[in-house]
């Protein structure tokens, strides 16, 4: 498994991944906006020729990455894809001089919230109705 920068004609792939596994996906139009904005910021990791996740982060102005989205194809999980893109990804944000790392994550799901409590994320609040559904969020914040 390898880890690397998405490439503009791979978003279609990442399109795809973010369908199977989100109840309410990103489109299309903004997984390529979030491409042009931060390709360097736009992670895949790739096994046997196969794209089988994605991360996307956004620097801001103020020193804190934002994680935008982190999918693994369902059948290539609880294989440290996710944690091996989480890692690559706050490592750019340590490069480019970032303080801290935040992420939203649906208070259902528990396997997400145990993996960046692994990697040093803490939960900070509740955003109350922050899905399309009216699902909760938790911020949660890592100290880079």
């Not at 997400?112 to 009216?134: N, Q, S, T």
């Amino acid at each position: 498994m390898s880890i690397r920068e998405a490439k503009a004609e791979e978003l279609d792939v990442v399109h795809e991944i973010e369908v199977t596994c989100f109840k309410h996906p990103y489109g299309l139009t903004l997984l390529k906006m979030y491409h042009a904005l931060s390709p360097d910021l736009f992670l895949v990791a790739e096994s046997s020729g196969r794209i089988v996740g994605y991360v996307i982060g956004l620097c801001k102005k103020w020193g804190e990455g934002h994680i935008i989205s982190l999918a693994v194809r369902p059948e290539y999980r609880r294989r440290g894809i996710g944690r091996a893109l989480m890692e690559a990804l706050l490592a750019r944000f340590k490069e480019r001089g970032m303080r801290a790392a935040r992420l939203e994550v649906r208070v259902s799901n528990t396997p997400a919230i145990k993996l960046y409590e692994r990697l040093g994320f803490r939960i900070k609040g509740v955003l109350r109705g922050y899905y399309l559904d009216g699902e909760d969020a938790y911020l949660m914040v890592k100290e880079l």
